[in-house]
Structures are given as C-alpha cells and as structure tokens.
C-alpha cells in the first residue's frame, strides 16, 4: 500500500513539474500580473508538498532529528508562501483592485512575524525530548489560527467582489480556487490538530498520507487542460510572430520609430499597433490574453509616454510618423 501511495506522490509531483513549466512559459511571454501570481502560486505549492512528502516518510530518508526540524520549518515557511501567493492569485483572477492596501500590508507584516515566532517556537519551546511543550503547542496552533484567518478574510473578499463582474469562465475559475483553499485549509488544520493531540487516530492517519495532495494533483491537472483548452501557448506564440521578420503591415515603421522614440516596450508596441487597427479595450485584452485593466495600463502609459492625452490625439501622432 505504501509504494501505490508513494507512486501517487511521484504522479502528483510531475503533473506539478509540468504546471511549473507552463507558468513560467507564460509568466516570461505575458506581462500581465496574474501569470506571475500564478508562477508564484505553482512553485510555493510544489516546494510545500515536497518538504511536506520528506517530512511525513522522514523514516524513509533516514533523516536525522535536526534535518526534520530545519525540514518542518521550511515546510512552515512555504505553507506562509503559499497563502500569501494563493490568495494574491484570486485576486488577480477576480480583477479587483483594493485601493486600502490594509490587509496587503498586515499579511505581509504578519508572514514575517509568522517565520521569526515559528524560529523561537522551534529553539525554545520544546523539551529534551524535542518535543514541543504545552505552551509551545499553544503558539503554534494560535499563529496557525491568524494565518488561516488572514487567507480565508482575503478570499472571501476578492471571491466575492469578483462573483460581481467577472464572466462565466472567471467565475468558475474563481470558485474552483476559493474551494481548493478552504478544502485545503480544513485540511492544514485537521493535520495540525492531529499531529500534536492525536485526535482520531483511529480513523485516519493523516500523516501516512498527507490528502492535501490530492487538491494539489487536481489543481495541476484543471490548470493544465485550461491552458490547452485556451490555446494559451498557441496565443502566446502568436504575439511572438507579430514582430516577426514576416510581418508586412504597413503600419510597422510608424510603430516602430515611434516605439524608438518614446521607449515603449514591445507588449505597448503591441498595443499601439492594435489601437492603430481599431480594435477596443476588451478586444485587445482578448487577442493578447489580458485583462481590460491591463490593457488600460499599457495605454495610459503610451500616454504619458507620448505626451497625447486620448487615442485620437495618439492615431494623429501614428499617422504624421509615417
């Protein structure tokens, strides 16, 4: 039964290699937010199941006592990571922007204080038997308890501010992580709870096989059919030939001297040049696989850049460039 188990982890950790790669990809080709959320998010998770899979079969690896209580607060460390990257994804799937930038700033401040009070807990809340003592299990469980709060507070406020204006697409996306999230919180605690009170021990040994890694494996198979059911790579490519040598609109000079001139990157060269075609906001974000936000983004930016104050004053400029 162990080895089916530990062949299951093997599968769950090479469907994450590949939701890893995909991110990266497309991190490095868009410049939107929400894929550099998303690699963030990939590689938190994975790095938090790998330490957590050495940690539950540590007897397999013949660990010594000292490498499980530098592994166990690693493992803390990514589980901090993981929230923080977790929740800073939903936000950007639900496109809203939180003005009060309170509850960014207090998960930040607090993901610290987490680490350094989870470092004095392990060096002086244990006994001589490297056990963690009464009051040692008491901070944990109640730093534990704000960490878990902090996600579940920020979810809940960007699942349902987003339910309220994202499409039908966004909103199962959002839906799929928000239940991934408290699922896995649900699941963080019982674990937390069992390892240190042993509380059903007779009906489950969450420590023989850590369940969070089946949200993990679900997680990374959705991401990975969503990218290709998207064409995602496909799009990708193609914003990567539409500056290719092949390309022939007559446009392109004009682009390109003005991109020169005024320092525009090559995604508000993009986003010129589809300004100059006709496009609208949401057709652009759809074509580069952006929001309407970012889009609005890049084009103020050109603005500014260029000195005009809206489009027209902008196609002037493209056209006189010619």
């Known amino acids: 039964m162990k080895h089916v188990i530990i062949f299951f982890y093997i599968i769950s950790f090479l469907m994450g290699v590949s939701g890893i790669t995909l991110a990266v990809l497309l991190a490095k080709r868009f410049e939107d937010e929400l894929y550099k959320w998303l690699r963030a998010f990939v590689v938190t998770f994975f790095l938090y199941e790998v330490t957590n899979f050495i940690a539950i079969y540590s007897s397999f690896f013949d660990l010594h006592w000292e490498t499980n209580i530098i592994l166990a607060f690693f493992t803390d460390i990514c589980s901090v990571a993981l929230l923080y990257a977790w929740v800073g994804l939903i936000g950007k799937v639900a496109r809203v922007e939180v003005k009060n930038r309170l509850f960014d700033k207090s998960l930040k401040l607090f993901s610290v204080m987490y680490v350094l009070i989870g470092l004095f807990t392990f060096l002086y809340g244990m006994d001589q038997n490297y056990n963690l003592t009464i009051w040692g299990k008491v901070l944990d469980i109640s730093i534990d308890s704000i960490l878990l709060s902090f996600a579940i507070w920020g979810s809940v406020f960007y699942l349902v501010k987003g339910l309220k204006v994202a499409d039908q697409v966004t909103k199962k996306v ?46 990374n198979v959705l991401f990975i059919i969503y990218v290709f059911k998207e064409d995602l790579l496909i799009k990708a490519r193609k914003t990567d030939e539409a500056f290719g040598p092949e390309w022939t609109d007559k446009g392109r000079p004009s682009i390109e001297d003005i991109g020169a001139q005024y320092s525009l990157t090559d995604r508000e060269k993009e986003v010129l040049l589809m300004v100059y075609e006709g496009h609208s906001n949401l057709k652009i974000a759809d074509m580069l696989c952006i929001s309407p936000f970012t889009v609005k983004r890049h084009l103020n930016n050109i603005f500014r850049k260029t000195a005009v104050k809206n489009r027209v004053e902008l196609m002037h400029l493209v056209i006189t460039a010619k």
């Open 174 to 219: 959002l839906l799929v992580l928000s239940v991934a999230l408290y699922l896995f919180i649900l699941l963080f605690s019982y674990e937390e709870l069992d390892l240190y009170f042993d509380f059903w021990d007779s009906y489950i040994d969450a420590y023989f096989f850590d369940p969070i890694v089946v949200i993990y494996l679900l997680l």
